[in-house]
């Protein structure tokens, strides 16, 4: 079990915390300190089962401002992702190779309560 976590993020000290408070310890990837490759965002994308539009965070400023009016594609927005990576949403979990994004916190729960 990994978390992708920001600690400066409300909503992942939020999970962090939900994790433990059920005697869960899962393995902490900052993934602002330790970026994720393309290669890794693809798979990540695969676990979640989602687009990459779908994993930015879109209301930062850095996409508002320099990336949301473009027509781009999964490849450039992965391309994207792994240059800056406060673009990835946030907090996710990581988990029997399927991952959920915390927002809202039940996704997590709901993956660690779904069989594989």
Same mark, same amino acid.
């Given at each position: 079990?990994?978390?992708?976590?920001?600690?400066?993020c409300?909503? *992942?000290?939020?999970?962090?915390? +939900?994790?433990?408070?059920?005697?869960?310890?899962?393995? !902490?990837?900052?993934?602002?300190?330790?970026?994720?490759?393309?290669?890794?965002? $693809?798979?990540?994308?695969?676990?979640?089962?989602? *687009? +990459?539009?779908?994993?930015?965070? *879109?209301?930062?400023t850095?996409w508002?401002?320099?990336?949301?009016?473009?027509?781009?594609?999964?490849?450039?927005?992965? +391309?994207?992702?792994?240059?800056?990576?406060?673009? !990835?949403?946030?907090?996710?979990? !990581?988990?029997?190779? $399927?991952?959920?994004?915390?927002?809202?916190?039940?996704?997590?729960?709901?993956?660690?309560?779904t069989?594989?």
């Amino acid at each position: 079990m990994q978390l992708l976590h920001n600690p400066r993020c409300s909503k *992942s000290r939020e999970a962090l915390t +939900a994790l433990t408070a059920k005697g869960l310890q899962p393995e !902490i990837i900052d993934y602002l300190k330790t970026p994720l490759d393309e290669e890794q965002i $693809r798979q990540l994308l695969n676990q979640l089962n989602i *687009s +990459a539009l779908a994993l930015v965070r *879109s209301k930062e400023t850095l996409w508002q401002e320099q990336y949301a009016a473009q027509a781009l594609d999964d490849t450039a927005i992965i +391309a994207l992702l792994a240059e800056h990576p406060t673009l !990835i949403e946030r907090p996710i979990l !990581i988990y029997q190779g $399927r991952a959920a994004i915390g927002r809202p916190l039940e996704n997590i729960f709901t993956l660690l309560d779904t069989p594989v």
